[in-house]
């Protein structure tokens, strides 16, 4: 198992289709599974056999961060062996680990609340971008649990959780509204916490639900009691995770830029071993591209869309999952009709401001969208032209680049090695789509 990546700086020519597509994709596993199934792999009482987990730079920094709090992985082909971490957690004296975050948002929300449980200081940076993502409802959260933090005053990175090596827990209150994986990170350890957690966030607006039930789900699944207990309540009950063995689906948000491609293009794209049942917000592809216009069917084989060119344009509060959003507005961009994109004021402190970006990329091409308070109204225009495609260093911005790519000609896609944040081989991917060699 081996992370290969375009350099950082390589800028990439999308290439266009020279006739409708017939493919069949088998992507990579879910960077949201894999990296909540390596914490609790690294809380867990025995050791657990990961199969199929994505191997790209989150689930690299995530395995990193839980190996400097003491997990050990044994790597083989299909599969990870996590050992787990000690029960007694600490650091050599006088020590201070330090924790690289990158720019993955599960390491940064996920990874704070186990530095709590460790004996001794951990500090958290990250890449620069990293630094402007919001991380006071972690910061304040700790503070509340009784753990020592030191941010400056920031409400970002870089900061210190000075661990004593138990949390109480109890009850909690948190704003969650700037992202679903504040809550999900207690969660994720709040099984170690002494008296479990209940927790309730307090803000007007909670995107992402999926991520959270998923969460749940995962917890469910090791013998942990987690369930949902009020509209925006959560309990975790005190107890042992298990090990054993899981099975990691396919990551069907990176499944939205080839099932779009079908309908740019035309034609049909399969995405083999698409689970019938799921928490992942990834299947709500299916519903969305089919207001959209795409014919969509499941089988045994898995999901295919199927497509003739046209994209329908569409009014939809996308709340509910907003990292499928650069997906949609791409689209939007190549629609026949307007579109209007609600719910997502959140993307504003993603990997970059993905509300900005969006809107930039698009109007430098000739398009012609407009930022609202809490989404993006896009209406089509016809003359767009090629250009660079800038990224910010989003691998979802990347992605969204090279679908405007496959219709408008000569889309240049800034930093195409981004996307080895969860799918390290997107070119080999998106070539073999379109029946190029790599």
Aim: charged content about 15%; overall charge negative; glycine content about 12%.
């Amino acid at each position: 198992m081996t992370l290969s990546m375009y350099s950082e700086a390589q800028n990439w020519s999308a290439p266009q289709p020279q006739g409708p597509i017939s493919a069949e994709i088998t992507l990579p596993g879910s960077k949201s599974l894999t990296n909540r199934e390596l914490v609790l792999s690294a809380l867990a009482s025995a050791s657990t056999t990961l199969y199929d987990p994505l191997i790209s730079r989150d689930s690299e920094l995530m395995m990193a961060a839980l190996q400097q709090l003491g997990a050990r992985f044994d790597r083989f082909e299909n599969h990870i062996v996590v050992h787990p971490m000690p029960a007694a957690l600490s650091a050599d004296t006088g020590q201070e680990l330090t924790i690289d975050c990158g720019l993955a948002g599960t390491v940064m929300r996920f990874v704070p609340p186990l530095a709590g449980l460790f004996h001794g200081e951990v500090k958290f940076d990250g890449d620069e971008a990293a630094k402007k993502r919001p991380m006071a409802t972690t910061i304040h959260s700790l503070r509340d649990l009784g753990v020592e933090v030191h941010d400056f005053g920031s409400g970002r990175l870089p900061f210190t959780v000075s661990g004593s090596g138990a949390i109480l827990g109890g009850e909690l209150q948190i704003d969650a509204s700037e992202s679903s994986q504040f809550v999900s990170g207690l969660l994720l350890a709040a099984p170690r916490f002494v008296h479990g957690l209940t927790l309730t966030h307090i803000g007007e607006h909670l995107p992402s639900m999926p991520h959270i039930e998923m969460t749940l789900d995962c917890l469910r699944k090791r013998g942990v009691d987690a369930k949902q207990i009020g509209p925006a309540q959560w309990r975790v009950e005190p107890g042992g995770i298990r090990g054993g063995e899981v099975q990691i689906e396919p990551d069907l948000s990176n499944a939205g830029p080839f099932l779009a491609a079908a309908m740019v293009a035309g034609g049909t794209v399969t995405i083999k071993h698409w689970p019938a049942v799921t928490t992942q917000v990834g299947n709500e592809f299916d519903g969305i591209l089919q207001q959209m216009g795409a014919n969509v069917t499941r089988d045994e084989r898995g999901l295919t869309v199927t497509g003739n060119g046209t994209v329908n344009g569409i009014d939809i509060d996308l709340s509910i999952g907003g990292e499928l959003a650069p997906v949609v507005a791409a689209l939007a961009a190549l629609a026949d009709g307007p579109s209007v994109l609600s719910g997502i004021a959140h993307l504003r402190g993603h990997e970059t401001d993905r509300l900005s970006a969006l809107a930039a990329e698009i109007n430098r091409i000739g398009g012609n969208c407009t930022e609202t308070d809490d989404g993006l109204a896009i209406t089509p225009a016809g003359n767009l032209t090629g250009g660079l495609w800038h990224s910010y260093e989003d691998h979802r911005m990347a992605t969204a680049g090279a679908i405007v790519g496959l219709r408008v000609a000569d889309i240049t896609v800034e930093n195409i090695g981004c996307t080895s944040k969860t799918m390290p081989n997107f070119v080999g991917l998106w070539n073999q789509m379109l029946g190029l060699q790599s």
